[in-house]
């Protein structure tokens, strides 16, 4: 709007796109001072960059959920989730995008000073509790990734530990059943040995009796060796049943523990993915708070905060200026426009506050109109039934017989 005193300046796309994102009017800022445009310019500038982060930590923190577990030095980008993450992101940024614009369009001008007065401040609470809530939302995934490397490793070292306490575990509660097995065919194995030292013994007892290695006795195939040599065929021969009868046992206790070690090494063969299912959102949160210290990551979260709540503390403390001063007038002349009255301050209530009268003019028209034409109808109505018995008394009085019937 050109005045010969001042020149409102032109607003250009990106300008009048942020009034929009602070949920401003744009008719009445293109009428207002530069000052006012560039404060709500400012303010959408705010709400934007809140959603753009929100879409950044949203995304990331749906890509380190659902992403590929494993190792956490495997830097390779998951491309299926790295879409589906990036859907979501943008539509978690909106979402936030519209949180805030809301916050920030809903938050009143204030007393229109500077100071922020206690009952200002307890009637923004609402607003300020949802304004903690997003900021802390969106400050998390970003710490994560601000300390991503550090992360990393510190959790690279974690899934080492606990792959390693796994594999004790899973070993541990495999040991006994081994145990018993090994118990069994050590019984086996024994027995087997003693048979064969005896076999061993005998064979050489029978072979110095050959060649004359035993004092006292006569070299050669005589008697004794007769006798050495049928005994190496029986204790041969008790190997043999031995071994036929033990045969279904060693397989049967072969197979199970052949069996049990398939088992377990399917079980260790676990240890990577039960580690990299430590590569989630939370642990890395824990890890992040672990890494960067208390204070580092209060005063991230801090920042966040601060970006958040500083749009609703900022309208709280801006003095009134032209564009207060015309929106409230636009506001009047709608009203007025529309028949609607407000005496502020017109009466007190049970509680003794002070209340509003709100007269709604042309609503009040139509209800007056409407018993007007009741009352008109009524009227009408009355006046009819009226004639109508005025007119049935006559013909009574003209043809009474034709009203009286006998009994």
């Known amino acids: 709007m050109n005045r010969d005193y001042y020149h409102s300046p032109k607003p250009g796309k990106v ?57 956490a030095l495997d830097d390779a980008t998951h491309i299926p989730t790295a879409l589906m993450a990036c859907i979501f992101g943008v539509i978690w940024g909106l979402i936030i995008f519209n949180i805030d614009r809301f916050i920030v369009a809903a938050t009143g001008k204030g007393d229109g000073t500077e100071a922020i007065t206690w009952k200002e401040f307890t009637g923004s609470i609402p607003r300020i509790i949802m304004g903690l809530v997003i900021a802390i939302t969106i400050s998390k995934p970003m710490e994560i990734r601000m300390f991503k490397s550090e992360i990393d490793a510190e959790l690279h070292q974690t899934q080492l530990e606990k792959q390693k306490e796994y594999e004790e575990a899973t070993t541990a509660n495999y040991d006994g059943r081994f145990l018993e097995i090994e118990k069994g065919l050590k019984k086996i194995e024994i027995k087997r040995v003693d048979l064969i030292e005896r076999i061993k013994k005998a064979e050489q007892d029978y072979s110095d009796q050959l060649n004359g290695k035993v004092p006292g006795t ?41 069996k049990l070690q398939t088992e377990l090494d399917s079980e260790l063969a676990k240890n990577k993915e039960v580690a990299g299912g430590l590569d989630g959102l939370l642990e890395r949160i824990h890890l992040a708070h672990e890494v960067a210290g208390f204070w580092i990551t209060f005063f991230i979260t801090l920042l966040f905060i601060v970006i958040e709540l500083t749009p609703i503390f900022f309208k709280m403390m801006l003095i009134k200026s032209p564009y207060d001063y015309m929106s409230d007038n636009v506001n009047e002349l709608l009203k007025a426009d529309q028949g609607i009255q407000i005496k502020y301050d017109y009466y007190k209530d049970k509680k003794g506050q002070e209340r509003n009268l709100i007269i709604n003019h042309q609503a009040k028209k139509k209800v007056d109109e409407k018993m007007m034409l009741i009352k008109a109808q009524t009227e009408l109505s009355d006046y009819i039934i009226e004639k109508w018995k005025e007119k049935e008394k006559q013909n009574i009085d003209q043809n009474v017989e034709d009203y009286i019937s006998e009994a």
């Open 15 to 71: 300008m009048q796109w942020l009034w929009k994102a602070a949920g401003s009017d744009a008719y009445i800022l293109k009428r207002s001072t530069y000052n006012d445009q560039v404060k709500y310019a400012c303010l959408g500038g705010i709400v934007v960059a809140t959603g753009f982060m929100a879409a950044l930590a949203g995304g990331y923190a749906v890509y380190t959920i659902f992403e590929p577990k494993g190792s």
């Open 218 to 258: 006569t070299p050669g195939n005589g008697p004794l060796s007769k006798a050495l040599k049928s005994q190496i065929d029986k204790l041969e021969l008790e190997l043999d049943d031995f071994d036929e009868t033990n045969k279904s046992e060693l397989t049967r206790l072969n197979s199970e523990k052949l």
